[in-house]
């Protein structure tokens, strides 16, 4: 077949493609593009409906409250790109969370000390999942679901189920808390920690061969191991990986909660879940980008913050938010069916 003849058949392919079937390739192509129309819409429907919602103070506070679970939000967009799932991410941070917390104000323990303690607790959870899940084979689904009930008792055993206040807790714990002006905007050094992290767990993604190998681990794991891909190494270092995030966001959320309590977070699984998913990132793994998990994050806490302000019972954001979960897993099936 000569150049030429190659050429107009690929043209010929091209113009047969429908106008929804080139949709198709392209939200294949970049999956972040649906959650960030979703995320304009919802925007511009809420500042419709009430235009404080546009104004400097309600940004401030969408992304203040976006950082918590944008962060957890990472370690989940890891475990969802192998094909996992982690039902234990609400635990796991309330017992980083507890701990740090408690060896500080009652043993004495050094701020940084209890803080790396704390993270290194959060791995150490994560570690516990994905051994289960490599080494004793068992589904990510169960596990987790395992760990949410241990994790949970065993932080309100270790802490008598007490609280600690931000004003008994060291600089250093509060410190996620400390506000700053960019131009009418209000942040906080917790938003700078989620960025960061969002900024490198980016570039290890999309640029190093770890950050491929997970990719592949999810899209294909048989056709990854065949490759010489070390397939269950991969996914006990994303779990591991998944709890270090964790437990920062563990750091973060006592800045933004100002205390360190086990109700802290209620629904950190269903909304961490929910941004990876409206985030355009496959359930089924392989597929699906960082950038598109902090929109679909973005999207939850825009319901938080618009509802509130339009006055609405927030039982109508769950509703809401369930819909958009169902039509996100729907069009990612649909996605799935696009042919090279």
């Not at 060896?103 to 994560?126: C, F, K, T, Y």
């Not at 294909?220 to 397939?231: C, D, K, M, N, Q």
């Amino acid at each position: 077949m000569t150049a030429g003849t190659s050429a107009a058949a690929a043209e010929l392919a091209r113009r047969r493609h429908s106008p929804l079937q080139r949709v198709q390739h392209l939200l294949h192509g970049y999956p972040f593009i649906s959650p960030l129309l979703i995320l304009v819409v919802t925007a511009a429907a809420f500042t419709i409906v009430n235009p404080r919602f546009a104004n400097p103070a309600s940004l401030s506070l969408l992304i203040q409250q976006t950082a918590v679970v944008a962060c957890l939000a990472i370690g989940q967009t890891l475990i969802i790109l192998t094909a996992g799932i982690d039902l234990a991410v609400g635990a796991t941070v309330i017992l980083a969370m507890m701990v740090m917390a408690k060896i500080s104000v009652e043993n004495g323990v050094p701020a940084p000390v209890a803080l790396l303690i704390g993270v290194g607790l959060g791995a150490a959870a994560g570690l516990l999942n994905g051994f289960l899940v490599t080494r004793i084979n068992l589904p990510p689904f169960i596990v987790t679901l395992g760990t949410l009930s241990i994790f949970t008792a065993v932080a309100l055993l270790y802490s008598g189920s007490k609280s600690y206040q931000n004003n008994v807790l060291p600089d250093l714990l509060n410190w996620t808390s400390t506000g700053f002006s960019v131009g009418p905007f209000r942040l906080t050094v917790g938003v700078v920690i989620v960025v960061l992290l969002y900024l490198v767990m980016g570039y290890v993604l999309s640029q190093t061969r770890w950050g491929r190998h997970v990719y592949a681990v999810g899209d294909a794991p048989e056709a990854a191991r065949l490759s010489g891909i070390p397939s269950k190494r991969i996914l006990l270092s994303v779990y591991a990986v998944a709890g270090l995030i964790y437990g920062i966001g563990a750091w973060v959320l006592i800045g933004r909660a100002g205390a360190a309590s086990p109700n802290a977070i209620t629904n950190a699984n269903l909304e961490s879940i929910t941004a990876v998913v409206i985030g355009g990132t496959s359930l089924f793994g392989g597929r699906g980008r960082l950038v598109g998990t902090l929109i679909g994050a973005l999207i939850v806490q825009s319901f938080t913050v618009g509802l509130s302000l339009a006055r609405v019972d927030q039982q109508y954001r769950i509703l809401a938010v369930g819909i958009l979960v169902i039509v996100a897993v729907a069009i990612d099936q649909w996605i799935r069916k696009v042919k090279a």
